[in-house]
């Protein structure tokens, strides 16, 4: 399947670099893919970026069927572009599809489509540190019906948008509320796809936290809001000890991409790494005794997120006195490295352009 390219005859002005912040501006181009039944997946091509023509009716609109992935291009040293986990991502698109009944796209033709977009939009990657190019593979449901039922026909496209440092300054601890009223997700829901809808749910929660001058909630199940699950938008880890946790992945926990980086390089720092339950109670216990060193997320916009604090409804704990700790900042510094081609890439994470 070849992908027809049609340039832009009005590029973009490139926008600053140091004033890039996440999701502000898009590239020239985008790439789309058209599904239907009898046909599969078919027309791919590469056109001047802009909106795509949708029935009113469309089952995106109605029945949330919308799946995405997000990641990332860096400029490497030597000026050369790599996609950072690339095949993971694929993959984990491919996986989710069938959760929300929407039509696979095969891991190689996902890849295929990727490379071929970036051939096209390769310059939009900034070369400032910190930078990046952030991508967007998204599918939506495109038939337009009423009645409650999958799609026949859907659309695959791929945006990108060139992103600022997340650390702006540096690497900060954030502030956490605790949530215990809302829920992210439930088991036998959609919280191990990336799903729109699980965007939609988080919002509320989100909001509220930020209105009390928290940067994000702390996810805990469904059913009895006890034990930790994600932390924003991103997989949670907490060094107890030599110890470090994270929850096991499940129908309500995402299978992140940046978590499986943290996984590989932990184990070669010495550490125990358990994939186990945790507990709320856990942590507060592991706070008064001691035994709590770190708390951090892992994600692909910020690759580790350092938690200086935690408080809830009547109580509080502070995690390492607020400020970054040790493993944390070692994992950020090693994954950033590896993306910008600093370090040698040892486990195969990169795809060169």
Same mark, same amino acid.
């Given at each position: ?18 004033? &890039? ?36 009716? %469309? ?18 040293? =030597? ?20 959760? &929300? ?7 190689? &033709? ?26 967007? $593979? ?76 928290? =940067? ?74 001691? %035994? ?13 997120? $350092? ?47």
């Amino acid at each position: 399947m070849s992908t027809a390219v049609q340039k832009t005859t009005t590029p973009k002005a490139r926008p600053a670099e140091n004033d &890039l912040g996440f999701g502000r501006f898009f590239t020239d181009h985008m790439l789309t893919l058209q599904y239907e039944p009898k046909q599969g997946w078919h027309e791919p091509k590469v056109v001047p970026y802009g909106p795509l023509p949708m029935d009113p009716a %469309a089952g995106v609109f109605h029945y949330g069927q919308a799946l995405f992935e997000g990641l990332k291009a860096f400029r490497a040293g =030597d000026g050369t572009v790599n996609l950072f986990r690339l095949d993971e991502h694929c993959a984990r698109m491919a996986r989710g599809a069938p959760r &929300l009944c929407m039509p696979v796209v095969e891991p190689s &033709l996902m890849r295929s489509l990727i490379l071929d977009f970036m051939r096209v939009e390769q310059d939009w990657v900034p070369r400032a540190p910190g930078t990046s190019l952030y991508l967007r $593979p998204t599918m939506i449901a495109t038939e337009g019906f009423l009645g409650v039922r999958a799609s026949q026909r859907y659309t695959f496209f791929i945006i990108a948008s060139p992103v600022g440092a997340y650390y702006a300054g540096g690497v900060k601890p954030v502030r956490i509320w605790v949530e215990r009223e809302h829920t992210r997700a439930a088991k036998g829901g959609l919280g191990a796809v990336k799903a729109g809808a699980n965007y939609a749910a988080s919002l509320l929660a989100a909001s509220r936290a930020k209105e009390k001058g928290y =940067d994000q909630v702390l996810w805990l199940d469904a059913e009895k809001h006890d034990q930790v699950e994600e932390v924003g938008t991103m997989n949670l880890f907490a060094l107890l000890g030599d110890e470090l946790v994270t929850p096991p992945l499940s129908d309500s926990i995402l299978a992140g991409v940046t978590r499986n980086c943290v996984l590989q390089l932990a184990k070669g720092y010495g550490l125990k790494v358990s994939e186990r339950p945790l507990a709320i109670s856990e942590l507060t216990q592991s706070s008064k005794s001691g %035994a709590l060193k770190e708390v951090f997320g892992s994600g692909t916009a910020a690759v580790i997120s $350092p938690v200086g604090e935690l408080s809830w409804t009547g109580g509080s704990l502070q995690v390492n006195k607020g400020e970054v700790g040790p493993i944390a900042g070692r994992l950020y510094e090693e994954i950033s490295a590896i993306q910008r081609g600093g370090r040698p890439d040892t486990h195969g994470w990169l795809t060169k352009i």
